[in-house]
Protein backbone atom coordinates (compact mmCIF):
# COMPACT_ATOMS: atom_id res chain seq x y z
CA UNK A 1 0.00 0.00 0.00
CA UNK A 2 2.97 2.32 0.47
CA UNK A 3 4.69 2.27 -3.00
CA UNK A 4 0.99 2.95 -3.87
CA UNK A 5 0.99 6.53 -1.85
CA UNK A 6 4.44 7.49 -3.51
CA UNK A 7 3.17 7.27 -6.87
CA UNK A 8 0.00 8.83 -6.54
CA UNK A 9 0.27 11.47 -9.25
CA UNK A 10 -0.94 15.43 -8.24
CA UNK A 11 -2.77 17.28 -10.84
CA UNK A 12 -0.53 19.39 -13.51
CA UNK A 13 1.93 16.64 -13.54
CA UNK A 14 4.81 15.25 -10.83
CA UNK A 15 4.25 12.73 -7.69
CA UNK A 16 4.18 13.46 -4.32
CA UNK A 17 7.91 12.78 -3.81
CA UNK A 18 8.39 15.97 -6.40
CA UNK A 19 10.08 18.65 -4.30
CA UNK A 20 9.44 21.88 -5.67
CA UNK A 21 9.04 25.14 -3.95
CA UNK A 22 5.55 26.12 -5.30
CA UNK A 23 4.26 22.78 -4.00
CA UNK A 24 2.99 22.72 -0.93
CA UNK A 25 1.56 20.46 1.97
CA UNK A 26 -1.59 22.21 3.14
CA UNK A 27 -3.33 19.02 4.52
CA UNK A 28 -2.34 20.03 8.53
CA UNK A 29 -4.38 23.45 7.55
CA UNK A 30 -7.53 21.46 6.87
CA UNK A 31 -7.85 19.62 9.84
CA UNK A 32 -7.42 22.77 11.85
CA UNK A 33 -10.30 25.28 13.12
CA UNK A 34 -11.88 28.51 11.04
CA UNK A 35 -9.58 31.21 11.42
CA UNK A 36 -6.01 29.15 11.78
CA UNK A 37 -3.31 31.12 9.46
CA UNK A 38 0.05 29.65 9.00
CA UNK A 39 2.29 31.90 6.61
CA UNK A 40 4.37 30.16 3.93
CA UNK A 41 7.75 32.28 3.04
CA UNK A 42 8.86 31.78 -0.41
CA UNK A 43 12.42 33.14 -1.01
CA UNK A 44 14.29 31.22 -4.12
CA UNK A 45 16.82 32.23 -6.29
CA UNK A 46 15.79 30.29 -9.20
CA UNK A 47 12.27 28.64 -10.30
CA UNK A 48 10.62 26.82 -13.05
CA UNK A 49 7.08 27.77 -12.71
CA UNK A 50 4.35 25.80 -14.78
CA UNK A 51 7.23 23.83 -16.78
CA UNK A 52 7.74 26.64 -18.96
CA UNK A 53 8.20 29.98 -16.69
CA UNK A 54 11.72 30.54 -15.37
CA UNK A 55 12.09 33.24 -12.81
CA UNK A 56 14.31 34.22 -10.46
CA UNK A 57 14.45 35.94 -6.76
CA UNK A 58 11.36 34.84 -5.83
CA UNK A 59 10.42 36.32 -2.77
CA UNK A 60 7.16 36.84 -0.75
CA UNK A 61 4.70 35.57 2.09
CA UNK A 62 1.18 34.34 1.55
CA UNK A 63 -0.81 33.35 4.07
CA UNK A 64 -3.16 30.70 4.35
CA UNK A 65 -6.21 31.02 6.61
CA UNK A 66 -8.82 27.93 7.38
CA UNK A 67 -12.03 29.00 6.21
CA UNK A 68 -15.67 26.86 5.79
CA UNK A 69 -15.27 26.68 2.29
CA UNK A 70 -11.26 25.38 2.61
CA UNK A 71 -8.33 27.96 2.93
CA UNK A 72 -7.74 31.27 1.77
CA UNK A 73 -4.91 32.37 0.35
CA UNK A 74 -3.48 36.46 0.90
CA UNK A 75 -0.36 37.54 -0.19
CA UNK A 76 2.33 39.02 -2.25
CA UNK A 77 5.13 37.63 -4.38
CA UNK A 78 7.74 39.07 -6.21
CA UNK A 79 10.37 37.86 -8.79
CA UNK A 80 12.56 38.79 -11.72
CA UNK A 81 11.94 37.72 -15.39
CA UNK A 82 14.13 37.58 -18.30
CA UNK A 83 12.84 39.57 -21.10
CA UNK A 84 13.43 41.52 -24.68
CA UNK A 85 12.70 44.85 -25.44
CA UNK A 86 10.60 45.71 -27.65
CA UNK A 87 12.46 48.79 -29.38
CA UNK A 88 16.43 47.59 -28.67
CA UNK A 89 16.22 44.24 -28.63
CA UNK A 90 18.42 44.74 -25.41
CA UNK A 91 17.79 41.39 -22.87
CA UNK A 92 17.34 42.61 -19.62
CA UNK A 93 15.68 41.46 -16.19
CA UNK A 94 12.04 42.48 -15.68
CA UNK A 95 10.89 42.63 -12.08
CA UNK A 96 7.24 41.47 -11.27
CA UNK A 97 4.95 41.99 -9.08
CA UNK A 98 2.00 39.14 -7.90
CA UNK A 99 -0.73 39.55 -5.41
CA UNK A 100 -2.50 36.66 -4.56
CA UNK A 101 -6.27 36.76 -3.14
CA UNK A 102 -7.91 33.44 -3.80
CA UNK A 103 -9.99 30.56 -2.01
CA UNK A 104 -8.66 27.31 -2.94
CA UNK A 105 -12.33 24.77 -2.23
CA UNK A 106 -11.53 21.76 0.11
CA UNK A 107 -12.97 19.45 -0.65
CA UNK A 108 -13.11 19.03 -4.10
CA UNK A 109 -15.95 19.45 -5.89
CA UNK A 110 -16.97 19.08 -9.66
CA UNK A 111 -17.25 21.53 -12.18
CA UNK A 112 -15.12 23.98 -9.91
CA UNK A 113 -12.32 25.54 -11.08
CA UNK A 114 -9.47 22.72 -10.71
CA UNK A 115 -6.67 25.34 -9.91
CA UNK A 116 -8.51 26.61 -6.62
CA UNK A 117 -9.34 23.22 -5.41
CA UNK A 118 -7.10 21.13 -3.06
CA UNK A 119 -7.13 17.48 -4.06
CA UNK A 120 -7.54 14.74 -1.06
CA UNK A 121 -3.56 14.43 -1.03
CA UNK A 122 -3.07 17.51 0.88
CA UNK A 123 -0.48 18.52 -1.55
CA UNK A 124 -1.54 22.22 -2.89
CA UNK A 125 0.23 22.81 -6.59
CA UNK A 126 0.64 26.85 -6.91
CA UNK A 127 2.37 26.41 -10.13
CA UNK A 128 -0.68 26.57 -12.61
CA UNK A 129 -2.10 30.04 -10.50
CA UNK A 130 1.09 31.14 -10.07
CA UNK A 131 2.57 30.78 -14.20
CA UNK A 132 -0.65 32.61 -15.02
CA UNK A 133 -0.30 35.50 -12.29
CA UNK A 134 3.37 36.08 -13.10
CA UNK A 135 2.07 36.14 -17.22
CA UNK A 136 -0.56 38.28 -16.37
CA UNK A 137 2.41 41.11 -14.96
CA UNK A 138 4.49 40.84 -17.84
CA UNK A 139 4.12 43.97 -19.64
CA UNK A 140 2.40 43.43 -23.40
CA UNK A 141 5.92 45.38 -24.90
CA UNK A 142 8.26 44.99 -22.40
CA UNK A 143 11.17 47.67 -22.21
CA UNK A 144 14.26 47.95 -20.95
CA UNK A 145 13.86 51.13 -19.54
CA UNK A 146 11.13 54.04 -19.96
CA UNK A 147 13.17 55.99 -22.56
CA UNK A 148 14.41 53.71 -24.30
CA UNK A 149 15.68 55.66 -27.99
CA UNK A 150 15.29 51.83 -30.04
CA UNK A 151 16.95 50.92 -33.29
CA UNK A 152 18.09 52.98 -35.84
CA UNK A 153 15.84 53.10 -38.97
CA UNK A 154 19.01 53.10 -41.32
CA UNK A 155 21.38 51.08 -39.92
CA UNK A 156 19.72 48.93 -37.33
CA UNK A 157 22.02 50.40 -34.50
CA UNK A 158 21.21 50.40 -30.72
CA UNK A 159 20.43 54.35 -30.27
CA UNK A 160 20.81 53.69 -26.44
CA UNK A 161 24.31 52.89 -26.83
CA UNK A 162 25.76 55.59 -29.92
CA UNK A 163 24.44 58.23 -32.19
CA UNK A 164 24.18 57.36 -35.90
CA UNK A 165 24.51 60.84 -38.09
CA UNK A 166 22.94 59.69 -41.37
CA UNK A 167 22.46 62.13 -44.26
CA UNK A 168 18.36 63.09 -44.05
CA UNK A 169 16.40 62.04 -47.14
CA UNK A 170 14.12 64.27 -49.06
CA UNK A 171 10.77 64.84 -47.46
CA UNK A 172 7.87 65.10 -50.03
CA UNK A 173 6.95 68.12 -50.19
CA UNK A 174 3.09 66.90 -49.27
CA UNK A 175 4.12 65.86 -46.35
CA UNK A 176 6.45 68.82 -45.35
CA UNK A 177 3.92 70.08 -42.92
CA UNK A 178 4.31 67.16 -40.71
CA UNK A 179 7.85 67.56 -40.26
CA UNK A 180 7.32 71.32 -38.95
CA UNK A 181 4.91 69.78 -36.75
CA UNK A 182 7.70 67.65 -35.29
CA UNK A 183 10.40 70.30 -34.99
CA UNK A 184 8.04 73.10 -33.29
CA UNK A 185 7.86 70.71 -30.23
Not at 80 to 91: D, G, I, S, Y
Not at 175 to 184: F, I, P, T
Request: glycine residues 8%; hydrophobic residues 35%; negative net charge.
Amino acid sequence: MRSLFWKTLLPGGGNLTSRHPLRLNVGFLLHESVGFSRNFVFDHTAVLVGGDLQVGDLRGTVRFTRTTQGLYAHGRLHARAHQTCVRCLAEYEQDLSVELDDLFTYPPAPGADPLLQIPESGILDLNPLLREHLLLAVPLQPLCRPDCAGLCPVCGANQNQTRCHHRETAIDPRLAVLKSLLSEE
